[in-house]
């Protein structure tokens, strides 16, 4: 499965496709919002590039602080990206702030089975320095973190697990 994106462009593509006989609005696609799934989409396509971005850190040398905080933010628009799919709403998602443990807690009571068994360990880890912004600003380190390579597994493993449940649920898209 490719990403969002290109799922969308795909869309687009096959829209413009089927509306190109003399059709002036071959090249727009419309998706109304219905459940938040649109919203849904948008949180789950920029944790893409929050993974996508801690990943070029690496190219860079080493970059901890800020791969770890593209990381943090990537589980959490991941999470609240699927508590929207199954129904939440953005007052939902607001009262959870930018608490990990509480994003998966709730995906998990909306049905979320993480298929990456080192997920909850990463998320109990990473929580409290995402949580009091010690990625951002930096300070004394008294966490104890998972390594780089163990948490973009886990995130990218959400990533995709959750890429299923918000396309699966596309049919509540309405494309016009």
């Not at 609240?80 to 129904?87: N, T, V």
């Not at 930096?138 to 948490?151: D, S």
Request: net charge positive; proline share 2%.
């Amino acid at each position: 499965m490719g990403s969002l994106v290109e799922m969308i462009n795909g869309i687009s593509s096959q829209r413009s496709r089927m509306t190109s006989g003399g059709d002036s609005g071959a090249d727009l696609i419309t998706a109304t919002k219905v459940g938040g799934l649109s919203l849904a989409y948008s949180y789950l396509s920029d944790a893409e590039a929050y993974l996508a971005a801690a990943r070029r850190l690496d190219e860079g040398g080493s970059q901890f602080s800020p791969k770890y905080f593209l990381l943090c933010h990537a589980i959490e628009l991941a999470l609240k990206a699927y508590i929207l799919a199954k129904g939440g709403t953005e007052g939902d998602i607001k009262k959870i702030r930018h608490d990990l443990v509480a994003a998966l807690s709730r995906a998990i009571d909306c049905g979320f089975q993480p298929a990456n068994a080192k997920l909850r360990e990463v998320i109990q880890r990473v929580a409290s320095p995402h949580a009091d912004y010690s990625f951002r600003y930096g300070g004394r380190w008294t966490h104890i973190l998972p390594r780089a390579e163990v948490f973009d597994a886990a995130v990218s493993g959400l990533i995709k697990d959750v890429s299923s449940t918000v396309i699966d649920n596309s049919t509540i898209l309405r494309i016009t």
